[in-house]
DNA sequence: CTGAAAGCGCTTACAG
DNA sequence: CTGAAAGCGCTTACAG
């Protein structure tokens, strides 16, 4: 909200530089069209010159809306924040928010007690709409904002609240693509290391891994499939116990990048030579995978275009008094880099 | 700004239940102590049943207080997501205010543009106060924020800027206990990887690093010292870069986390073993040192307590309208794991 | 197309 | 200690 700082220049004093009423000035600021072409440009050159800021206070009182979006970080913080994805998400919303001249108004909550006092301050209308941003499974939070009527858009597909409009990248297609491309590489042996199955990320993924594997006719071996936890530390133990399990292993696809980082270090451990002996794909193409040694091939999810889109929906849906449940899901993209691509070297 | 859902409960409603006038009903609530007790516990019991929430855009229109703070994110994306440490804060600064029922409001300029108008948005009022988070020195944002007379706080030392209130941790002294650890240990030549020059960081950890060295009575020798840019991939070069140069290093101080992650990469695959032929301590402390492989010693840094540091800071200079700046440096500690801690073991 | 007027919900001098 | 009243800055029926 706008608090004008002392000698604030108000809407009465554009008006009054202009020549018009506080109406007439108060319409041309909002794009009305109703408005004599003589005195639209007088007050928008007044408005200009005076350095006219609405205040949002007033506006508020008076029009019943926020002009603000609540965004939730409803996850642990060691997880969003070891995890550049909910920044990237962030920016995005930022960006698009700020563009519509909204504001960010952004909530961490900790712990049950933070999300039962956030449940009551959102539901009070502090905010014209919600962007409610996971990565585990959180009904509860959807549910009661949903049942207190306020829009909310959702980052994942929610795994059990099947009415929400949400935001999501094409997990399994871009799995199964990581899954084609090593297949193409010549991998004969191919494991995963899927993200928790709680999550729309995991679940989605492994399904992606297990589709292509059957479209080649050749169907997923359960002991060549590890769930983990999207952490660094998971993803180097499980390619330890995998390998130690199934030396044979010479393909693999990891379902987040954190964990590839964690696989890569242990197969160097193990003194496995990537992409020659064993080749691998990651998901998210994060900054960092070009910069890995050996640089990632990685399935491009667009997330700050995810922010933006998300963003779109919530609005649409305040703009519009449209409640239709809306699902968009973006597509990926395989990057090719060394870890999967053997061209024509050898084993070290 | 609080906006009434339909049938949403008012000052004047929880004034009639109470029997009083909404003078006093808003004293009360206010915590003004010049009200009649009986007066006083009927307006509370009102107010609580009927399930009162203030309106924050009335209220705001009344007290010219926004009632919310700016925290501005002003580092490229990349950067920012890709190290907690600004997750961290922000979960700091999100609680604290959230205590005080003050919003957070998120900027995330992405460029020139963007911080214009950023900066006139802020100037206009539609915050109370500012706190400015970066690695890389501001001084732009800062200056013109300070010059329109906006209280703000930022979350390290200003390196030109000199009247700054700040919160920082004690870079110097974190770092020289580092070094102090890695003599303790026996090393006998002790190189570092600092950060960029142009951050407090960088600059401050370094100068830690000399000072040690001088205190122990072998001064710094030019050639064990690189600057990196905070980022892995910078760990791994430089730290491959540097054994080059000097394959006797024994001790490695590395300024920052992720490029440790760098460095114990590099130095794995060059056959050094860590820490019997080169021990390593880092900085930062993130809950990932504790599963890197081997754990990371670390100097720990209070991250969400300087964010909750740095809000207090801020509200005390809107509460007192007091100037005056004020610098917080917060302690650090080592934290031993076994990148450093020779126990009697021996190289692979 | 234009303006006079009401009113959003709160806080706070002011008077008693 | 308490209340009646004014007013923060804006938008929007309403009347013309």
Redesign the interface.
């Given at each position: 909200?706008?608090?004008?700082?002392p000698g604030?220049v108000t809407l009465s004093d554009v008006a009054a530089a202009a020549q018009v009423s506080r109406a007439t000035a108060s319409r041309v600021l909002a794009g009305d069209g109703r408005v004599g072409a003589g005195y639209r440009s007088a007050v928008l050159a007044a408005a200009q010159r005076l350095g006219y800021?609405p205040?949002?206070?007033?506006r508020?009182?008076r029009t019943?809306?926020?002009?603000?979006v609540g965004?939730v970080l409803a996850e642990p913080?060691?997880v969003?924040?070891?995890n550049?994805f909910?920044?990237?998400l962030?920016?995005g919303i930022?960006?698009s928010l700020?563009e519509r001249d909204l504001?960010?108004?952004?909530?961490?909550p900790?712990n049950e007690r933070?999300e039962q006092?956030l449940q009551?301050y959102l539901?009070?209308?502090?905010v014209?709409g919600v962007l409610l941003t996971f990565y585990q499974d959180r009904d509860p939070l959807y549910e009661q904002l949903a049942k207190n009527?306020i829009p909310v858009v959702v980052n994942a597909r929610p795994l059990q609240a099947s009415s929400a409009s949400y935001v999501d990248a094409d997990n399994e297609g871009g799995a199964a693509m990581a899954v084609e491309h090593l297949l193409a590489e010549g991998c004969r042996t191919i494991a995963t290391i899927a993200g928790p199955l709680g999550t729309s990320a995991g679940a989605e993924r492994l399904a992606g891994f297990r589709r292509a594997l059957q479209l080649a006719g050749r169907p997923a071996e359960e002991d060549l499939i590890r769930v983990g936890d999207f952490?660094?530390?998971s993803g180097?133990e499980l390619t330890v116990s995998l390998l130690a399990d199934r030396p044979d292993i010479d393909g693999l696809f990891v379902a987040g990048e954190l964990m590839a980082?964690g696989a890569l270090?242990a197969l160097?451990?193990m003194g496995r030579a990537v992409p020659w002996d064993v080749a691998v794909v990651s998901f998210d193409d994060?900054?960092?995978a070009a910069?890995?040694?050996p640089p990632l091939t990685s399935i491009h999810q667009p997330v700050e275009q995810m922010g933006r889109e998300m963003t779109r929906l919530l609005l649409a849906q305040l703009d519009d008094d449209d409640r239709i449940p809306r699902q968009v899901i973006l597509g990926t993209h395989l990057v090719v880099r060394e870890s999967s691509h053997r061209q024509g070297g050898s084993s070290a």
């Amino acid at each position: 909200m706008t608090i004008q700082r002392p000698g604030a220049v108000t809407l009465s004093d554009v008006a009054a530089a202009a020549q018009v009423s506080r109406a007439t000035a108060s319409r041309v600021l909002a794009g009305d069209g109703r408005v004599g072409a003589g005195y639209r440009s007088a007050v928008l050159a007044a408005a200009q010159r005076l350095g006219y800021v609405p205040n949002r206070a007033a506006r508020s009182l008076r029009t019943r809306r926020s002009g603000s979006v609540g965004v939730v970080l409803a996850e642990p913080s060691a997880v969003v924040f070891g995890n550049p994805f909910f920044g990237q998400l962030l920016a995005g919303i930022a960006q698009s928010l700020n563009e519509r001249d909204l504001q960010l108004t952004l909530f961490i909550p900790q712990n049950e007690r933070d999300e039962q006092r956030l449940q009551s301050y959102l539901a009070s209308g502090h905010v014209d709409g919600v962007l409610l941003t996971f990565y585990q499974d959180r009904d509860p939070l959807y549910e009661q904002l949903a049942k207190n009527g306020i829009p909310v858009v959702v980052n994942a597909r929610p795994l059990q609240a099947s009415s929400a409009s949400y935001v999501d990248a094409d997990n399994e297609g871009g799995a199964a693509m990581a899954v084609e491309h090593l297949l193409a590489e010549g991998c004969r042996t191919i494991a995963t290391i899927a993200g928790p199955l709680g999550t729309s990320a995991g679940a989605e993924r492994l399904a992606g891994f297990r589709r292509a594997l059957q479209l080649a006719g050749r169907p997923a071996e359960e002991d060549l499939i590890r769930v983990g936890d999207f952490t660094t530390r998971s993803g180097r133990e499980l390619t330890v116990s995998l390998l130690a399990d199934r030396p044979d292993i010479d393909g693999l696809f990891v379902a987040g990048e954190l964990m590839a980082y964690g696989a890569l270090s242990a197969l160097h451990r193990m003194g496995r030579a990537v992409p020659w002996d064993v080749a691998v794909v990651s998901f998210d193409d994060l900054p960092e995978a070009a910069t890995t040694d050996p640089p990632l091939t990685s399935i491009h999810q667009p997330v700050e275009q995810m922010g933006r889109e998300m963003t779109r929906l919530l609005l649409a849906q305040l703009d519009d008094d449209d409640r239709i449940p809306r699902q968009v899901i973006l597509g990926t993209h395989l990057v090719v880099r060394e870890s999967s691509h053997r061209q024509g070297g050898s084993s070290a």
